[in-house]
């Protein structure tokens, strides 16, 4: 189940922070509890790309991204993602996450997301993200405007370009494997 108490309480802590500047961090503060937790008692894989949202979208709301969004009837969306986890977040621990936008390219908005508890990652996500209209997605150049922004993109690191240009090559649809064909035929 999505943690909408988790989310709201986000939001409405939030809500009168200082308003963020387009690539200004927000940092959060969360609690890992017993329904976030896998078989192996310790944080879900699942559940931390759910997590990520409590630090995501309340940075989204501090720097008038959420405001702009409702002004034009835009929606966002998330168009894929990367983590690497490194240490355990068990039940009951603390931690820390840092969300911020790294930049932008011709169709998405690229941010980094980490998890810190005792001064160590625990995990670390690159999203890219799209705002979208009834026409499509709508370019990050036209989005960073409509907030009142007159910047353009710094420069991606390169080990973003490089997830880029590897995701570029990764063939969608996918390719459904002989012994899987039936299955999803008879689906």
């Given at each position: ?19 963020l ?65 490194r ?37 670390h ?58 299955a999803?035929?008879?689906?």
């Open positions: 189940m999505y943690p909408l108490i988790r989310f709201t309480k986000e939001l409405l802590k939030f809500r009168n922070a200082p308003k500047g387009l690539l200004d961090s927000h940092i959060s503060t969360h609690m890992c509890w017993p329904w976030d937790l896998d078989p192996w008692i310790e944080l879900n894989n699942g559940r931390t790309l759910t997590l990520y949202d409590l630090g995501r979208l309340p940075m989204a709301a501090r720097a008038g991204l959420v405001e702009t969004m409702r002004a034009r009837k835009w929606s966002i969306t998330v168009a894929g993602n990367s983590v690497r986890y240490r355990r977040i068990r039940a009951f621990h603390r931690f820390s996450m840092i969300s911020r936008v790294i930049g932008w390219d011709h169709r998405f908005i690229y941010m980094e997301q980490s998890m810190w508890r005792n001064r160590e990652c625990c995990n996500m690159l999203l890219r993200s799209a705002c979208t209209a009834g026409k499509g997605i709508v370019s990050p150049s036209e989005v960073v405007a409509a907030m009142g922004h007159d910047i353009e993109s710094p420069e991606l690191p390169d080990w973003v370009k490089a997830w880029i240009e590897a995701d570029a090559q990764r063939p969608w649809p996918p390719v459904i494997p002989d012994d899987a064909r039936r999803i035929d008879e689906s």
